[in-house]
């Protein structure tokens, strides 16, 4: 089970750089604020992948993931590309609770508990990250049939893409927690 994890960790990784890339490609399809929120992630789950990040490294980057989603949905109410930034939003959510129940589980194993896992909130945060992921990847299977008129025109394939590999990159992180 050990020898899956690093290569678990680098799937999710691979998963947000691919992302990332293709909300890139897609341009003027997506807002700065969807692009800056679907870099953020990338870089976050290259740390995490990477295993850079201590405790304290996690809460911040937490916090930054935090601000990222805030960041990504400011503005786009009544855009056409509202929806999809509210989905990387809520990845970017997921992946800040994956973050704080990492760090506060950071003592597990050492005789030290640490973090909010000592007073019993890492269940709740391992089961929002679980609700979390489920969310993503249901927006992402809901979301072609929602409102089909959005996804014509040349940026269609990109977003597609980035939807499922950000959806796919979550899942990963969810099932290696």
Do not use: K, Y
């Amino acid at each position: 089970m050990d020898l899956l994890l690093p290569a678990a960790s680098w799937l999710m990784a691979a998963a947000a750089l691919v992302s990332a890339g293709a909300c890139l490609a897609a341009r003027r399809a997506v807002p700065w604020q969807g692009r800056q929120a679907a870099v953020v992630m990338a870089v976050g789950m290259l740390l995490m992948a990477a295993g850079v990040l201590d405790a304290l490294g996690g809460i911040i980057w937490g916090a930054l993931l935090l601000l990222s989603a805030m960041l990504g949905t400011m503005g786009v109410r009544g855009m056409p590309s509202a929806s999809a930034c509210c989905h990387r939003a809520l990845g970017s959510l997921v992946m800040a609770a994956c973050m704080f129940d990492s760090a506060s589980t950071s003592g597990a194993g050492t005789g030290v508990e640490s973090g909010h896992g000592a007073h019993g909130f890492d269940g709740v945060l391992s089961a929002f990250v679980l609700v979390g992921a489920l969310g993503v990847v249901g927006w992402a299977v809901v979301a072609p049939w929602r409102r089909p008129e959005l996804h014509r025109g040349g940026a269609v394939r990109s977003l597609t893409v980035e939807s499922w590999a950000m959806a796919g990159g979550v899942v990963v992180m969810c099932a290696g927690m």
